[in-house]
Each structure stands twice: as structure tokens, then as C-alpha cells.
């Protein structure tokens, strides 16, 4: 979550703005002077056109005729001859009176409806068209913008400001390119290929979280055949859906004819402006009863953090054959970082062009084409081509791109976000990091201050060579370790890790936690709220030397193999210690092998160096582990047997529309000789930070159980009630309830190497639970819950606390 938080805290400073020509306007009742809702406007012998929004309101970009024609039900239809001088209009539309003799007997069933059966009819066909092409080729050009105001102080971090900026109908707001992306995509009948790229954005070390974070859950596939639509972490029920009807109020305008054929324009507008739903039009051809055109937005109401205004347009081109493809896709968000500046008097259509400093104006552009004759030019000169001609970006923005790069407040804010992101600081060729391993706290070494230090790809691109030195207060004991890192070939397909380190480190430490957690952090919870806020300094550290090479193998179908040989030699300190039937000793060795099995169906990952990072969405990821090991115990006769132990996890998030769940669940089983600190140890983090795969009210030792599971809950209610609440709705809210629950035991076919400390309670067999209640968005990056014990079995106990305040930094759309 930190990724999202750095890109709202500290991109704000820097916002888009290409208009092109466009005819706007309002159609009012001639007599009354009242706006005209769900008019039809369109261009005179063109499909290109849109309706009115509640207030009356049209807008249409480059218009392709020279006559503009208006209609609504109940009005006489009007034309109007287009001008050069022409851009905004005040269309009255005169009452169409008809007498006695000339009213119909409305039919009991409204042709918007008897209309949309036929849609629904044709649907899965007319799906199935455009599926089946499947040799196409497409050009998508992506841009983001930031408005700058140009009396802000951010002038006086730019050299100069007109040179890196492009100037706007509104002469307070310059407009700077943030992120430009053009790809060109080859698709064939069971392949996709990217056949060119090129990318380019003033914060090197952020281009792949605006990417991940932004424009992978705004720039969409917009499919409005499929029933919903994932935009912004949320499922929007599409207008075409089956349930459409349910959802939204379904408005026929009016029909007209192009070529002797009939197109039939609809508008729709939820029925619960509340929920996540879209508001717009779209225009369907009779016969077939395809779309050849939709234009949806997201009304103010539904509320989404950040979003000032989305807009989702899609164009079908009829192919000779018969059938429809798509011609083109745009998508355009408004965001506001900072404070939203969101009005009630905006209606959805018209709050895409309500911009004000620090606004990011981001867009996207895929155009499609079937024509062979494309397979004979070089794939960097689709863009110039006439299918594509419209998708180019002006190569004067990368200009001032790479201008902007050099700045030094730019410099600052790519370097502040990297660390953030990947855990590491950049220093010429060396990167300092894991920045959470900086400072840390244990009642062993008192404060613990680490360097830890490696090279990146400045240096070597494909290979790695890094270490650490770290020294606590209270021991006074030099810590230290080395790890090489080797990729051989030019792609990740195959790394090697050799790590050794001889230091401090949690008994209650979960190996298998890399496997799940970005970034997993061995001495802590990661948490910086949790790290100035512990009352309490985990006692249960154990020092241990460790080796271990680790083999990983990614294939092309997205699945990953690890195979790590390791070597551990732990000691004892003065709160762990390893008894054995009354007999104390100072250290152990344990050694064998860890082997993984990652499945993540083909979902988009970030690459940091060495490291790919998956975000958590709708694609689960499964891990598979299997660890297989043998004890030793220096001045003991016992002979131990070989120890196993699986472990498997699935985490991903389920899209409910306005709601969406995060989860995580992991569980596994250990027999055979082992020390206890192989055991699963669900422990809280004992500060006022909220921790997300640890639990909240244990304290530092609780239980240790060789058969376990964990499942860990996170439910955002996405604004469902607080959005209703006036006044507080304008603080997008989000309502937040978690659940965490672990189920264990320690059975027979776990053969202790060691005594189990008291500490430890294992008596009751009840699964523990926690519940927790809050408040997310506040301030935008904070949130607030209440924990609390679910039932009452471990009420009193002297491990867990009943209830608690916690905070952790946050935010979601």
C-alpha cells in the first residue's frame, strides 16, 4: 500500500492538456427555459454523436459534418448549420403539440425495453464476432499530465517552466508530461507479441508503479459485452450486463439513418447514483443489434477517492464480411491528489474538464486495425500509417520529459519514491537498502543501526555483489553478512542467490513469508507506525550464522521453482534457550533443503533489479513449499531423524462491485525431529501499528503448533454506507472490516528436538480470532481500527491483549 501513498504524498507538486476542437452546448425547453435531458445530438449524417446529461449539457470533440441535429421525444427535432466561429450553442427546442386526432395508444411495454431484449438476444453473437478476429494489430498511446498553476511556488523548483510545459485555453495552468507510453501489439491466433515500445517519464523509479498502481486499474479493456468492468479496484455493472435493467434507468432517444441503415441511440444513468455504475449513452445498429458505439462515464456521486472524473469511449468499424471489430478505445481519468476539488454542479460527462492545479489528467488511445498490408512495415511505423495516423505522441513532449529528469526537486521526489517502492535508495552505483533494516529494536542489542549496502544495475546489470554491517547498543556486537546475486542470462528466466550472514534474528521469524509479502522484512513487521510505537521490545532472539544458495526458475507460462540448499547454526541468548530433558545447550545446527512452487496465472508484475514484485488483485497467487531438513545438537549423543515440513498460501482480492476482499490464507504441517522454532508462531506486532499477515492482540510468544492455518481477511466496503452520509461522504471514507483467524495444533507426529518453552500456550484447542472495525482514506493515506477479540476462550490471557486501537497507512479508491 505504501506504493499508492508515495504517489499521492509526493507527485502532487507536479499535472494535461491537448484540446482538440470541439462543440458543446445546452438544449433547453423553448417555453419553460428548463434543461432537456437525454436529448439526442449527433452530426448530420454521421453515427458520431452523444445525448444530453441531466442538466442539458452535450459535448462532441472533432466534429465530421457540418450540420448539427437535435431530437427528444415530445420535441420537434432541430438542424443547425455549423460554423468555423461555432463552438457552444443554446438549442430551444419547440413543444411538439399533437392534436386528438393524431395520439397513439402507448404500448404497455416501452420500446426501450422491447429494444434491449433485442440486444440481449444478439449479445453473445455479436461478442462472438469480434472474439474470433484474431490476426489484428493495435497501436496504444498513453499520456499523463499534471496542471501546474503557473503562480505556484513549483516555479521556483523549475529552471523553466514554459520550456517543460505546454500552455492552455486557461492562461492560470501550464500543463507537464509526467509518463508518455506508445506499443504496438501483433495479435495471431494463439499468440500476442509486443512488436515495439517505447516509454519515457520524469520519475524513472516510479514509471513502473504509475503503471502498476495507476494505469493498469484506470486504463482498461473496455468490453461492455462482458457484465462487469474492473476500473479503480471496483466492478462496474456494465449497461449491456443482463442485470442491466436492475441497475440503471434505461432511456430509448431516438433512431437514426446512415446508408439506408437504422441506428437506435439509448442513454443510461443508474438507477442508485450511489453505486459504482456508469452513466452515458450508446448507439446500436438495427438487424444485428450490435454496438458501434458507447461512451460511459462515472458519476460524482459514486465517489471514488482521488477520481475527479473517468471516461470510457469505444468506436466499432463494420468489416466488409459482415460483423463489427473495434476501431478504437479511449479511456480519460481526471485525478486530484491532493483535496478533490469534486462539485455537485458537475455532471459525469463535464467533470473530466474540471481541472486545477495538481490535477494528473491521464489518457489512452488503442486503435485496431485487420489490414494485412501491415505485415510489411517495420512495426515503429504502424503510428504513421492511416490506420493509426491520430495515435501518435508529439515527440516535443519527450523533449520535455527528458528535460524534466534533470531537474533537482524532480531528482528528489523519483529518488524518495524508490525507496518506498523497492526498499532501496539509490547512491550512484550502489543502492543502500532494505531501508527497514536501517533501524531496528530487540532487547538483545538494545537499538540496532544496520548499513546495508549493494550494487545495482549501473554497475553490473546481471550481477549483484551487497552485505551489511550492523552494531546494537546494548550488545555491542559487530553483525554482518554478504550475498551475491547472478542472473545469466539476458531475461530472468534463471537467477542465483548466494547469501551468508552471521546476526540476530527473530525465533518467531516465518521463512515462508517471502514467498507472500513484498519486501518481507525478518527483524519486524515493515510497519513504520509499528517501529516508533512498540511498547514493548520483542525479547525472542536467537543468533544465528546462515548459508544458503538459492536456484530460481521463472518460465514463460508464469510459473516459479526455487531450490535452496541451507545451512543454520542458531545460539542460544539470555531469553531463548534450548533445553532437552533437563539438559541445557548453547547452540544447534539444522541443514536440508527449500523448495517452492509459485503459480500466478500470467499476472502483471513490477521487476526491481532482481526481484518481481506482484500487487494484490483478482489473479490469485499460490505458493507451494516443501521444506525437508536434519538437526544436530553440538555436545549431544542423540541421533535425529529427517524433518519435513509443507506449507502452501493463496492470496488475491474478489471484486464484489462496490466492495472488494482481500485475502490471504496460508497453512502447514511439520513431523518429524525439529526445533521448535520451525513451528508456526502467530505473534502481534505489540505496537499501535496495524499489522497485515501478523495478528494484532498477541504479543510476542503465543503459540507454536506444527499443524496450522492462518487466514487473514480485509473487506473495504468501498464507501457502501458512509457515501450516503451527507457532509461525510465528501470525505471518502472507505468502511473497513478485517478478520484474522489462526486454527492450530501440536500433535504427535512432531518430535521435539527441544523442550517447548512455557512461554508457549498451547492447552486450548479454540481457534483464535480477531476481528476489527475502522475507517480507511482519512487524511487519503491513513487508516483507523478498532481490534478485538473474537469470543471469549483467551479473554484474561496474560499473551493477548482483548481489544485495541491500531493504525497503518493506507488508501484506496
Known amino acids: 500500500m505504501l506504493h499508492k501513498i508515495t504517489i499521492s504524498i509526493l507527485l502532487t507538486l507536479f499535472s494535461f492538456g491537448i484540446f482538440a476542437q470541439e462543440i458543446s452546448g445546452y438544449v433547453k425547453d423553448k417555453d419553460s427555459q428548463e434543461a432537456i435531458p437525454f436529448a439526442n445530438v449527433w452530426l448530420n449524417g454521421t453515427t458520431q454523436g452523444t445525448t444530453t446529461d441531466m442538466n442539458g449539457f452535450f459535448q462532441i470533440t472533432s466534429p465530421k459534418s457540418d450540420t ?6 415530445g420535441y420537434k427535432p432541430e438542424k443547425i448549420a455549423l460554423k468555423k466561429s461555432d463552438y457552444q450553442f443554446e438549442i430551444l427546442l419547440e413543444n411538439d403539440v399533437m392534436q386528438l386526432s393524431e395520439v397513439h395508444v402507448k404500448p404497455k411495454i416501452p420500446r426501450a425495453k422491447v429494444l434491449f431484449d433485442l440486444i440481449q438476444e444478439h449479445k453473445k453473437e455479436n461478442r462472438r464476432q469480434i472474439q474470433n478476429i484474431s490476426d489484428y494489430k493495435s497501436v496504444e498511446n498513453t499520456t499523463v499530465y499534471i496542471a501546474i498553476d503557473t503562480a505556484s511556488k513549483v516555479n521556483r523548483f523549475i529552471s523553466d517552466i514554459n520550456e517543460v510545459t505546454l500552455e492552455s485555453e486557461d492562461k492560470s495552468l501550464r500543463f507537464s508530461p509526467i509518463y508518455l507510453a506508445e506499443k504496438a501489439m501483433s495479435y495471431t491466433d494463439d499468440s500476442s507479441a509486443v512488436a515495439f515500445k517505447k516509454r519515457d517519464g520524469i520519475f524513472p523509479n516510479l514509471n513502473q508503479a504509475i503503471e502498476s498502481m495507476i494505469l493498469d486499474n484506470v486504463v482498461v479493456d473496455l468490453d461492455f459485452y462482458k457484465d462487469q468492468i474492473n476500473i479503480l479496484d471496483r466492478g462496474f455493472i456494465s449497461p449491456l450486463s443482463n442485470s442491466a435493467m436492475m441497475y440503471y434507468h434505461l432511456y430509448y432517444n431516438d433512431s437514426t439513418m446512415v446508408d439506408d441503415i437504422k ?22 445498429e438495427d438487424g444485428s443489434f450490435a454496438l458501434t458505439e458507447i461512451e460511459a462515464n462515472i458519476p460524482q456521486q ?27 478505445q479511449e479511456v480519460g481519468l481526471n485525478m486530484s491528489l491532493r483535496i478533490n476539488k469534486d462539485s455537485l454542479s458537475n455532471y459525469s460527462s463535464k467533470r473530466m474538464d474540471n481541472v486545477s492545479s495538481g490535477n494528473w489528467l491521464i489518457s489512452k488511445t488503442t486503435r485496431y486495425s485487420t489490414a494485412q498490408r501491415l505485415n510489411e512495415i517495420k512495426a515503429s511505423a504502424w503510428k504513421n500509417q492511416a490506420e493509426f495516423v491520430a495515435n501518435d505522441v508529439e515527440e516535443e513532449n519527450y523533449d520535455r520529459v527528458g528535460k524534466l529528469k534533470q531537474e533537482r526537486a524532480v531528482k528528489g521526489v523519483d529518488a524518495i519514491g524508490g525507496i518506498v517502492l523497492s526498499s532501496y535508495m539509490k547512491a550512484g552505483k550502489f543502492d543502500i537498502g532494505p531501508v527497514f533494516s536501517i533501524y531496528t529494536t530487540n532487547t538483545v542489542e538494545g537499538t540496532r543501526i544496520t548499513a546495508p549496502l549493494r550494487t545495482n544495475e549501473r554497475m553490473w546489470e546481471r550481477f549483484s555483489i551487497g552485505g551489511f554491517l550492523g552494531v546494537g547498543t546494548k550488545s555491542k556486537k559487530l553483525k554482518y553478512g554478504l550475498n551475491l546475486i547472478y542472473q545469466p542470462q539476458k531475461s530472468d528466466e534463471f537467477i542465483m542467490r548466494f547469501n551468508y550472514s552471521d546476526d540476530y534474528n527473530l525465533v518467531s521469524q516465518d521463512k515462508y513469508l517471502r514467498f507472500i509479502k513484498n519486501n518481507p522484512n525478518i527483524k519486524g513487521n515493515s510497519n513504520f507506525i509499528g517501529s516508533f510505537t512498540t511498547r514493548e521490545k520483542n525479547p525472542y532472539i536467537k543468533e544465528e550464522k546462515s548459508l544458503d544458495m538459492r536456484f530460481e526458475y521463472h518460465t514463460k507460462s508464469d510459473m516459479h521453482f526455487e531450490f535452496s540448499p541451507y545451512f543454520l547454526s542458531s545460539t542460544t541468548t539470555p531469553d531463548v534457550s534450548f533445553d532437552r530433558d533437563g539438559v541445557s545447550y548453547t547452540r544447534y545446527q539444522n541443514y536440508g533443503v527449500l523448495m517452492n512452487y509459485k503459480l500466478t496465472f500470467h499476472q502483471n508484475f513490477d521487476k526491481y533489479y532482481f526481484d518481481r514484485v506482484y500487487y494484490m488483485n483478482p489473479i490469485p497467487i499460490i505458493n507451494l513449499s516443501v521444506d525437508i531438513g536434519k538437526t544436530s545438537v553440538s555436545d549431544s549423543d542423540d541421533k535425529f531423524g529427517i524433518y519435513t515440513q509443507l506449507n502452501g498460501s493463496i492470496q488475491g482480492r474478489i471484486v464484489m462491485g462496490q466492495v472488494f476482499m482481500n485475502y490471504m490464507v496460508n497453512g502447514g504441517y511439520l513431523f518429524g525431529d525439529a526445533p521448535y522454532d520451525l513451528l508456526d508462531m502467530p505473534v502481534g506486532s505489540m505496537s499501535l501499528g496495524y499489522a497485515k499477515y501478523r495478528f494484532n492482540l498477541l504479543h510476542h510468544a503465543s503459540f507454536a503448533h506444527n499443524l496450522y492455518m492462518n487466514t487473514h481477511l480485509h473487506i473495504n466496503g468501498g464507501g457502501i454506507v458512509l457515501n450516503r452520509i451527507p457532509l461525510i461522504k465528501e470525505l471518502k471514507l472507505r468502511e473497513i472490516v478485517s478478520l484474522k483467524i489462526h486454527h492450530g495444533k501440536l500433535n504427535h507426529s512432531y518430535k521435539g528436538v527441544f523442550d517447548l518453552p512455557d512461554y508457549y500456550s498451547n492447552e486450548k484447542k479454540t481457534p483464535y480470532g480477531e476481528i476489527g472495525f475502522g475507517l480507511a482514506n482519512i487524511f487519503k493515506v491513513l487508516r483507523v481500527e478498532y481490534v478485538r477479540q473474537l469470543g471469549g476462550k483467551f479473554e484474561g490471557e496474560d499473551f493477548t491483549d482483548r481489544n485495541g486501537i491500531f493504525f497503518r497507512a493506507e488508501m484506496s479508491f
Open 68 to 73: 448539427l441535429c437535435i431530437s427528444s421525444v
Open 263 to 284: 441506428y437506435y441511440s439509448f442513454s443510461f444513468a443508474p438507477k442508485n447514483p450511489y453505486n459504482p455504475l456508469f452513466s452515458g449513452h450508446f448507439i446500436i
Open 302 to 328: 459514486a465517489n471514488l477517492n482521488f477520481v475527479n472524473g473517468f471516461k470510457g469511449k469505444v468506436k466499432y468499424k463494420k468489416r466488409p464480411e459482415g460483423g463489427w471489430f473495434y476501431e478504437e
